[in-house]
């Protein structure tokens, strides 16, 4: 005999942005089972805290160090950020900001989704743009250090 007086909330997957995104308790799966399977938290883990915050530091750091580059003769070769730039430097930073942070945060929502039909997690992806942030600042380091007059 069913005894519950409410519908029963696990009959449907938890939603990305559901009521208890900001104040959940729900750090991963309960059960070995649902490690199989696509799933959603609502707590994050420090490294991931961390990750988070490194890939948005580099992320502001290539903006500056790309308006320095600028200044001196450099040339934006990213067209999306390129037009952004005509607008000046407040629409470059803006649009910088506004785009990594928001990919980010589709990021963390969807990071334990498993990509292109493989047993890879959307998480992986994290370490991928940290690579490519930290590999672009490190170059245009080189630049202002080595090429710039």
């Known amino acids: 005999m069913e005894r519950r007086q409410l519908a029963d909330r696990r009959s449907r997957p938890t939603p990305p942005l559901g009521k208890f995104w900001l104040r959940g308790r729900r750090r991963g799966p309960r059960r070995v089972a649902e490690k199989q ?13 961390f990750i988070v915050l490194t890939i948005v ?19 934006e070769i990213n067209p999306v950020m390129a037009h952004f730039l005509e ?9 910088k900001y506004m785009l990594t942070i928001s990919s980010v945060i589709l990021l963390l929502i969807y ?3 498993f990509i292109f039909r493989s047993r ?7 370490a991928v743009f940290m690579g490519i942030f930290l590999a672009v600042v490190l170059w245009e380091i080189y630049l202002i250090l ?3 007059d």
């Not at 399977?37 to 805290?49: E, G, I, M, Q």
């Open 37 to 49: 399977t696509n799933y959603f938290v609502d707590r994050y883990s420090p490294a991931t805290l």
């Open 57 to 75: 530091a580099l992320s502001i750091l290539d903006a500056f160090f790309t308006l320095y580059l600028i200044e001196h003769g450099a040339a």
């Open 87 to 95: 607008l000046g430097p407040a629409a470059f930073l803006a649009a």
């Open 111 to 113: 990071k334990n989704v």
């Open 120 to 126: 890879l997690r959307a998480s992986v992806l994290f």
């Open 146 to 148: 080595f090429v710039v």
